[in-house]
């Protein structure tokens, strides 16, 4: 393995190449700037200034993430995004377009205004009478967003806003107490693909990760009829993508397939993407749950990860690395790598010390 000084010579003798390889990006357009700059070029000519700048913003940084990744990180692809799989829209500030404003009477409501004219008006309800709520509206509004949330027949449409500052402080209307608060001492935490281990004075506590899970078994049952049923009515509606023995045809070089989807089957997929975030929210509460639990435990915390990698557990693996079919899907319903890194955001909002530890091969 190259040593720190080793590593430290490589970039003092490759900074030359860096300075030309950064003026043939900026040559060619590529970079964060003139990748917004060309967002918002589109809705100039497309869109007739019906979608905001700091809309088309957004969507040029979303762009260049994407891009970067694929020339700097570990992507392999860039791909554009499917029809009907948009969930979400933000805008850049709270300024234009999307807004968070305040109502004559003191409530706070999601406004979309295009060429001065209202669109969209989602009134916010706000419970004056919890704290939390109350000082998190006194900071000041980052942006807004719209979730768009699966649900049977008609889907859920969701404000969201980003406030500046520090998270609000929790308190017990009871007691006045806070609800959260960090323990004292030294935790060591063993994030495994189903269960969480604390180790702290010699002594070892077990946690099961994310239990709401067994119960998605029942649900997991129907998700494979609805793919079956959906199966049968891609089958049906687009029957010039099949061979006679029932597969696919293997598609020609630039060829664009038009595959039909009929009312049933866009039935069928809003039910099973509904099961799927049902599953997906009850995950990740369980997840804020435990890592609450675990916080107040001590102050100065070493997280060690024993479950399985990302590129341990992808199809294309060689054969000795290759894991069971199962076992990817049990580590997918659990959620480990989601859960640490709510652990780890938890924790430095607490301000107490985090350190990822390495375990040591035998």
Partial sequence: PLTAADQKQIKKDCKPYYTVRNDLMKQYGMSKFSFIQKANQLRHQNYDHRIGSNFMST?????????EKNLFGNGKRVHLKRKGSLRSIAADNNKAT?????TSDHEFACVWKINQKTTLRMPIVIHWNKPYEVEAFQQKIRY??????????????????VFEGAVPAKIDPKTGELMRQHGQGDVEVYIG???VQLKKDGQVISYPLAPSTESFLSKDVKIQEIDAKMERSRRQTNPQYYNEDGTIKHSVRKEKRHWVQSKRYKE???????LCFSAYQN?????EILANTIIAQGNHFTIYKTFLQADDLKKDNPKEKRVDKSQRKYQTQKG???FMDILVRKILQARCSVTIGVLEDD
């Fill in 59 to 67: 969507i040029g940084k979303d762009i260049w993430t994407s891009f």
């Fill in 144 to 161: 807004g967003r719209i979730l768009k949330i699966p649900r049977n027949k008609k889907p859920l449409y969701m404000c969201q806003i």
């Fill in 336 to 338: 480990p790598s989601e």
């Fill in 283 to 287: 995950r990740k509460i369980d997840h």
């Fill in 193 to 195: 693909s189903g269960s």
């Fill in 268 to 274: 069928l997929k809003d039910k099973r993407g509904e």
């Fill in 98 to 102: 999307l807004r968070i404003l305040p």
